[in-house]
């Protein structure tokens, strides 16, 4: 094993969590490479007009340097 890195990203979806969740990984390995694991810290959701209309995800991603 070599030397892992963690870094927070934030992202959201007007679907759910997963999907907010899978768009920080899909953007997110673009830039990086050998991406471990994803680590969901925190969930939230804006309302309006009494619907969820925007799911966020607060992430961390860990990578392994080269």
Known sequence: MGV??????LSNSSKSWEDATQK?????????KNIRS???QDQSAT???GQ???F???L???F???
């Not at 892992?4 to 990203?9: G, R, Y």
């Not at 920080?24 to 990086?32: F, N, R």
């Open 60 to 62: 961390k991603i860990t």
């Open 24 to 32: 920080a990984v899909q953007q997110a390995s673009k830039t990086l």
């Open 64 to 66: 392994e340097l080269s």
């Open 47 to 49: 309302v309006s007009e």
């Open 56 to 58: 966020r995800v607060n």
């Open 38 to 40: 994803v680590y969901v």
């Open 52 to 54: 969820v209309d925007e």
């Open 4 to 9: 892992l890195k963690v870094i927070e990203v």
